[in-house]
Every structure is written in structure tokens, then in C-alpha cells.
């Protein structure tokens, strides 16, 4: 298992065969706050599906035993000390990921609604496609769980959103299941946005002009913890993130992509 | 045309306030840049009591129906911008709270890593050793 996990060592190659040159190095980073319930299955559930990958939980802060279990699971704890939030945790696992070299980075959250065995798919299409973040999506496939209807409503009404102003539909802008490039990790790593950070980190993307693909993927109901939305905050969650993506039509703070490529 | 001890009674509060300030100052619970702005205030509150007329003949000048409206629009313009102030530096403190706690997290992790890497090298020689022995 060990052994396995070493990035040098020969691999097969991925299912588009694109794999030419060494294998890319590819970081899953796991942000968890109070996840003891489920952290341990997740790990397992990753480097069952991704043996190649190196896992990161970023623990922020929690007041369980989250790194404990993370650590007993033998994946990499970065122990934030204090609670830093979604956006303040993943931006942790982009700095981590920019600071050790890494090639591609996948988020999935750590209470185990995200299945790992898609994590594949989301990396190939970054290859294939050549994309800059890939989502995976719960609403381009069949069947799964799709969270709860007052959700749902939210989750219209901010496609929407981001298609009238940025020209581009995204059918899960909520989804926390992402794969992203160096140069996106580079460019986050500097500034990720905070509170709600998924939408808007989508849209201020499409923005300034990285490409943004999809792939179809199932979820699952959390399986502990609590979520960091209550249905009752979902209207609050809206206009809030609403207003960020308003803003983000006048921000700068995001690097612009390089049309180097 | 202000009555003797509500004077008096101004001044001594702009007195009172001045030195709360200079005493945060002086044992350093008050950094200087946050302090400018409430000593400027200080003193203009120290002025105004001294010198009511100031205030009378400005607010007039300019147009107000009693000077105090134009004492309260000067408060709540001073007391907005501090408060906006106050807001930026927050902002501002919980993003360097936030990097400082990344940071030591990533650097955490690097600490364990290297220390593992350092024990593991170790086991393997000592099980080198033991083979040759046998």
C-alpha cells in the first residue's frame, strides 16, 4: 500500500491514455471540520479508487477527533488551529499543493457525500479537456442524491445567475467536487473566496477567463457531521452569494489566466 | 450665551477623554496610528467647550437652524468614519489570521514529514545491519 502510493513508481496508465510521460502528481485534498463520523471511510474510499493520488485532510480546527482518525488512516493532516471556514481550508490544501509541486489537486468534502471513484473521471477530463477546474456535477447525471428542494431553488437561481452574467451554464455551481490545474491552484492559492466560496470561485473563474468543464457524478446524503448550510440559512445563503457574485463583476483580486498555453 | 456649568461641566469631559486616551497611549494598549484619529477628536471636543462661540458662529455661518445640529452632524461623521475604520482593520487582521493559520499548518505538516523521513532511513539501516549479522 505504501509502495503504491509512491508517484514515481510505473503505473498503469489512466483510462484516456494519455499517459506519456510520467503520470501527473495529483493531491486529494480532504477539508474537514468535526468529520469523525466519516473521515476514516473517506480516506479509505479514495486510495481504494486512486491509489496513485496522496491524500491531504485539511483539519480546520475541529474539536473532534477528526485528525486523529486522519492520522491513524496514514493520510496527511495539515492541523489548522484555529476554524478558518470552507473557503480558508481549501485555500490551506491549494498552498500545501502549490508549495509541494503537486500537478492537479481534487477537493472532496470530507463528510462523505462526494464518492471518490469518480475522482478519475474528473481528472481526465482536465486532461482531456484541457480545463482549468472541472466540477462534478450531481444534476448531469441520473439517479443519486440531489440535496433538498429549498436547495434546489437556491441552486436555479444561482445557475441562472452565473449565466446571464458570465455567458456560461454550470449546472452544479454548489458542488464542492472539484478537480483543478496548477495554474488554478496557483491562482486560488493567492485568493480563494471565503464564506461560500463554490459559486463564486466558479464564476470569478469563468471570468477571468479560466475554462470550467463538468462531469457527471453521483453524491450521497453526508453520512455525519452537520452541514455548514442549514435549509433555514438558504435564502440568506442566496442573496449572499448573489451579492458576492456582483462584486466579482468589479473584482481584480483574482489573477487573470495567461493566454500562454 | 452657554450657561457657566454646563461649560464647565464640557470641558471636564473633554479633559476626562484626553486623558483616557493618552493613558491607553502611555501603557501601550493603544497603538499610535489608531490613536491619531481619537486625539484629533479629543481635542476638538476640548476646543468646542472651551470656545462655544466657535461652534456657534460656524453653524450659523453655514447655514444650520441650531449650532447642536451642526455639533450632532459632526459627531456622527467623525463616529462613522471611525467605525468604518475600525471595519477595514478587522478585515484586514482576520486575512492575516487566516494566512498565519495556514502557514503554520502547511508548516506543521512539513515538520512531520521531515521528521518521518528522517526515523524511516534509520529502521532500514538497522535492519541492514542485523542481516549482515546473521
Given at each position: 500500500?505504501a509502495?503504491?502510493?509512491?508517484p514515481?513508481e ?7 491514455g ?10 486529494i ?30 483539519n480546520?480546527g ?10 491513524a ?13 470552507i ?10 499543493a502549490?508549495a ?11 463528510d ?6 469518480y475522482?478519475q ?12 477546474m ?15 428542494a ?32 496548477r ?16 459559486p ?20 450521497h446524503?453526508?453520512?455525519?457531521g ?8 438558504s435564502?440568506?445563503?442566496?442573496v449572499k452569494?448573489?451579492?458576492a457574485i ?9 489573477a ?6 | ?13 473633554a ?7 493618552v ?7 493603544m497603538?499610535?496610528r ?6 484629533t477628536?479629543g481635542?476638538v ?18 447655514g444650520?437652524i ?10 456622527c461623521?467623525?463616529?462613522?468614519m ?15 489570521i ?9 508548516e506543521r ?26
Amino acid at each position: 500500500m505504501a509502495q503504491a502510493r509512491n508517484p514515481t513508481e510505473t503505473v498503469p496508465a489512466s483510462t484516456t491514455g494519455e499517459t506519456a510521460g510520467p503520470r501527473p502528481r495529483l493531491l486529494i485534498i480532504v477539508p474537514a471540520y468535526n468529520e469523525q463520523a466519516a473521515i476514516e471511510q473517506v480516506i479509505t474510499a479514495a486510495r481504494e479508487h486512486c491509489p496513485f493520488a496522496d491524500i491531504v485532510v485539511v483539519n480546520d480546527g475541529s474539536t473532534d477527533n477528526t485528525g486523529k482518525r486522519a492520522r491513524a488512516q496514514r493520510a496527511k493532516v495539515l492541523d489548522v488551529p484555529i476554524n478558518v471556514g470552507i473557503g480558508g481550508a481549501v485555500q490551506c490544501g491549494f498552498k500545501y499543493a502549490v508549495a509541494q509541486d503537486y500537478d492537479i489537486a481534487v477537493q472532496i468534502d470530507g463528510d462523505g457525500q462526494h464518492d471518490p471513484r469518480y475522482v478519475q473521471a474528473l481528472v481526465d477530463r482536465l486532461l482531456g479537456a484541457d480545463a482549468d477546474m472541472v466540477i462534478g456535477s450531481r444534476f448531469l447525471s441520473a439517479g443519486g442524491f440531489r440535496s433538498t428542494a429549498a436547495r434546489r431553488v437556491a441552486i436555479r437561481l444561482l445557475r441562472w445567475l452565473i449565466a446571464g452574467l458570465s455567458g456560461q451554464y454550470v449546472s452544479d455551481p454548489t458542488s464542492g467536487m472539484r478537480a483543478y490545474s496548477r495554474a488554478t491552484m496557483q491562482a486560488l492559492a493567492s485568493y480563494y473566496p471565503q464564506e461560500y466560496p463554490e459559486p463564486e470561485c466558479a464564476f470569478m473563474l469563468i471570468r477571468r477567463g479560466y475554462l470550467v468543464a463538468e462531469v457527471p457524478v453521483a453524491m450521497h446524503e453526508r453520512r455525519g457531521g452537520k452541514s455548514s448550510i442549514s435549509p433555514l440559512a438558504s435564502v440568506l445563503y442566496t442573496v449572499k452569494v448573489a451579492v458576492a457574485i456582483g462584486l466579482h463583476m468589479i473584482s481584480r483580486r483574482l489573477a487573470p489566466k495567461e493566454c500562454s498555453r | 450665551m452657554i450657561p457657566h456649568p454646563i461649560q464647565a461641566l464640557a470641558v471636564l469631559a473633554a479633559l476626562v477623554y484626553l486623558l483616557l486616551i493618552v493613558l491607553a497611549l502611555r501603557s501601550s494598549r493603544m497603538n499610535v496610528r489608531q490613536s491619531l484619529l481619537w486625539l484629533t477628536s479629543g481635542v476638538v471636543f476640548l476646543l468646542i467647550s472651551l470656545f462655544p462661540n466657535l461652534l456657534i458662529r460656524a453653524g450659523y455661518g453655514l447655514g444650520f437652524i441650531a449650532p447642536s445640529n451642526a455639533l450632532f452632524l459632526l459627531w456622527c461623521l467623525t463616529l462613522t468614519m471611525l467605525v468604518f475604520y475600525q471595519s477595514l482593520t478587522t478585515s484586514r487582521q482576520s486575512q492575516e489570521i487566516r494566512n498565519l493559520a495556514q502557514a503554520l499548518a502547511i508548516e506543521r505538516l512539513s515538520n512531520e514529514e521531515l521528521r518521518n523521513a528522517q526515523a524511516a532511513p534509520r529502521r532500514e539501516n538497522q535492519a541492514c545491519d542485523s542481516d549482515e549479522e546473521r
